[in-house]
């Protein structure tokens, strides 16, 4: 009762637009908040950079990589699709030298962008980078197709694709747009998208340690990450993928803070930022590989997250205090730990309580999971062992009660179709389901083995007891 009578007080002073002023951060604070959320979840190593108009708050990591070493300010780790906003700025800068339009048609200035539908031809520059070219998951199943090796081939392998909808009327954020994107960056500047960003983005910006990859094969061991089992962190390798264009970037806590100081200090003109802020009409907050927001205190942000299967990242500014935030962990997509750091930054920037979690993630459901594997196997073993007491006693019609024994198997079959269905269009391959929701999938698959184990046992039996 105090607490919320002293909340309702401390809201009724702030000013008219509801938003706290920030706080000064120390890296004394960040270093307790980052210790205490590792202590309670498990995380095993991140990297964080925080800065405040032209300098460096803190660049710090913590913890240790999948490979055992200790993360620190120099580890490369991955940015995942943080690295939109990377590409975005390389089409903006070859704008700004008026060698790409915005509003002209992709196929302009590459040729090669070919689909299986007429209304391609009519897909923007500015369309890619706001995800409303038309192009979605649900047409185009980008992740569990066979995955190209380079963004010639992302490109090559839209040739019999089709559009979800017409260019411009619909928001869908599909990887598919960034690979594109970056395919462009190559074609019009005349080199390979890495070499691009090395000489145009990093090179100027003192990013020593960036660069950009093509497939999950391209990880360092810095940069490979966890799944969290059971509340611990099982180091595994990310499933096979591609993401240059649209999240191959890998940097490090120093580089994303030079990263973060550009982006308020002429990285580009003012009126290419502006264009780079302004989101389009169809989704409102999606920019040009930024997403335009607020916290939950009403502070205008401009962020973008990422989110590989074994690791997490997210970057925001805060243009009124001139704060900027880059968070990578090495944990997937599925716990967030990058969102939920981000999250407690910044009320400690805010207000300076951030939110720590009692227990490690999905603790829980997944000791829930685990409990109902193991009654599962139980029960099969039963079945198994009273398979010809099940024969004796059931005879012709009866055994068609066994079809039910099969539906953890057609489950098993039909998790990723099921999932796109759940997630309204995203694609999935079936084994990064099993990254997503681990414990339950260990379930399922167990009862499809157990369930099948049964049925072929009983109808073994009943099969015997005709031969006698």
């Not at 704060?323 to 930054?345: E, Q």
């Not at 193991?374 to 062992?385: D, N, Q």
Request: glycine content about 8%; hydrophobic content about 45%; overall charge positive.
């Amino acid at each position: 009762m105090l607490r919320n009578t002293l909340a309702a007080i401390c809201l009724a002073l702030l000013p008219s637009s509801g938003q706290i002023p920030p706080h000064d951060i120390t890296p004394a604070s960040v270093d307790a908040f980052v210790a205490r959320y590792r202590e309670a979840t498990g995380l095993p190593g991140v990297a964080v950079a925080i800065t405040k108009g032209t300098k460096v708050v803190h660049a710090k990591g913590y913890g240790e990589t999948a490979s055992g070493d200790p993360v620190t300010a120099g580890t490369p780790m991955a940015v995942a699709s943080v690295s939109k906003s990377f590409t975005s700025l390389a089409v903006m800068q070859l704008v700004e030298k008026g060698e790409v339009t915005l509003d002209q048609p992709v196929r302009g200035y590459l040729p090669e962008f070919t689909m299986a539908d007429p209304r391609a031809a009519k897909i923007t520059v500015r369309q890619l980078l706001n995800q409303t070219s038309g192009m979605a998951d649900s047409a185009f199943r980008e992740k569990s197709l066979p995955q190209p090796d380079t963004l010639e081939g992302a490109v090559a392998r839209l040739r019999t694709a089709k559009l979800a909808s017409d260019p411009g009327t619909a928001f869908s954020y599909h990887n598919t747009n960034y690979q594109v994107a970056a395919r462009l960056v190559e074609v019009v500047s005349g080199q390979p998208f890495a070499a691009y960003l090395h000489a145009h983005v990093f090179t100027p910006l003192g990013m020593r340690h960036s660069t950009t990859i093509d497939t999950d094969r391209d990880l360092p061991g810095s940069a490979r990450g966890h799944l969290y089992i059971l509340g611990q962190a099982v180091a595994l390798p990310e499933p096979t993928g591609f993401g240059n264009g649209s999240g191959g970037v890998l940097s490090t806590a120093n580089d994303m803070a030079r990263w973060l100081i550009a982006q308020n200090n002429g990285i580009l003109s003012p009126e290419s930022v502006t264009e780079m802020r302004t989101p389009s009409r169809q989704n409102g907050k999606y920019a040009l590989g930024w997403t335009i927001g607020e916290t939950e205190r009403g502070t205008p942000v401009i962020e973008h997250s990422g989110d590989l299967f074994t690791s997490t990242a997210d970057q925001l500014l805060m243009p009124e205090s001139g704060y900027g935030v880059a968070v990578m962990a090495n944990t997937g997509m599925a716990f967030a730990d990058a969102g939920a750091l981000m999250d407690g930054i910044v009320a400690m920037i805010e207000e300076g309580t951030p939110k720590i979690p009692s227990s490690p993630p999905y603790l829980a459901t997944d000791i829930l999971f685990i409990l109902l594997t193991l009654v599962t196997i139980g029960l099969a073993v039963r079945g198994v062992a009273r398979s010809r007491r099940w024969a004796t006693r059931r005879t012709g019609w009866q055994r068609w009660r066994l079809l039910p024994y099969l539906v953890p198997l057609a489950l098993c079959a039909a998790i990723a179709p099921i999932f796109r269905v759940l997630a309204r269009g995203s694609d999935i391959m079936w084994i990064q389901v099993i990254y997503l929701y681990p414990t339950f999938m260990i379930w399922i698959v167990t009862a499809a083995i157990a369930c099948t184990a049964v049925v072929a046992a009983r109808l073994c039996s009943a099969a015997r007891q005709r031969l006698r």
